[in-house]
């Protein structure tokens, strides 16, 4: 089992706000960063850090944090943001990294 | 633009090893870590592994310890991981990724801020 825990699946009606969180004990110490994949796509990188997004990444995309959970959070969701999503950060050793096991979010 | 190119799929047989390649072009070769991340059909992501392409060491996951040897030649910017005894379980598509890491506000943080396309690997009697 991942000491990142997220949620299997989660689903949001299009142009709703929907929450998907991360949590372990590293995320006291460390930031997620989190990632979206489409079937047949490598993943892409959609925030980091506090809450940073790469070049390209719409602005619905925003990422949190507190305590032993961060959050990804896309306000007002689009047909195209239904994917898989993984957060990622140091393991509990704080030496190694680590991925949630990810969350298939479904825009109905 | 910063690019990295993965080598072609593979088949192998159980017990065999496979070695997979990473290109990099774009960047400083040596200013960034690689990891390698591996993906089996449905499953989720799973990290196996990081090189530092300066000195080359590395850190494995302890899942792959005594199996997987990740290498890197500075003379061609190619990052490789090499898997051993592989199993029907190591098939998967194996991906690289470049490191970024940083601290702010009293936590560190570390991303992966480029992927490759990813290799197969299909591992079959």
């Known amino acids: 089992s991942s000491e990142l825990t997220q949620d299997p699946a989660v689903s949001v009606a299009l142009g709703q706000t929907v929450r998907i969180t991360c949590q372990g004990d590293?995320?006291?110490?460390?930031?997620a960063s989190w990632y979206q994949q489409k079937p047949g796509q490598a993943p892409v990188l959609v925030i980091y850090?506090?809450?940073n997004r790469p070049s390209g990444i719409p602005d619905r995309f925003s990422g949190s944090s507190s305590g032993n959970t961060a959050s990804l959070t896309i306000t007002g969701a689009q047909a195209e943001d239904e994917a898989d999503y993984y957060c990622?950060?140091?393991?509990?050793?704080?030496?190694?990294?680590?991925f949630g096991g990810g969350t298939k979010l479904t825009v109905l | 633009q910063v690019q990295l190119v993965q080598s072609g799929a593979e088949v192998k047989k159980p017990g065999a090893s496979v070695k997979v390649s990473c290109k990099a072009s774009?960047?400083?070769?040596?200013?960034?870590?690689m990891h390698w991340v591996r993906q089996a059909p449905g499953q989720g992501l799973e990290w196996m592994g990081i090189?530092?392409?300066?000195?080359?060491?590395?850190s494995y996951a302890q899942k792959f310890q005594g199996r997987v040897t990740m290498t890197r030649d500075t003379s061609t910017s190619t990052v490789y991981m090499e898997l051993s005894s592989l199993r029907s379980e190591d098939t998967a598509v194996y991906y690289c990724?470049?490191?970024?890491?940083?601290?702010?506000?009293?936590?560190?943080?570390?991303?992966?801020?480029?992927w490759g396309k990813g290799t197969t690997v299909t591992v079959s009697s």
């Open positions: 990724a470049r490191d970024v890491r940083g601290y702010y506000l009293n936590y560190y943080y570390y991303y992966m801020d480029v």
């Open positions: 774009g960047y400083t070769f040596t200013s960034y870590y």
């Open positions: 090189i530092n392409p300066s000195g080359g060491s590395t």
């Open positions: 590293s995320l006291r110490s460390y930031y």
């Open positions: 850090g506090k809450n």
């Open positions: 990622n950060s140091r393991d509990s050793s704080g030496n190694l990294q680590v």
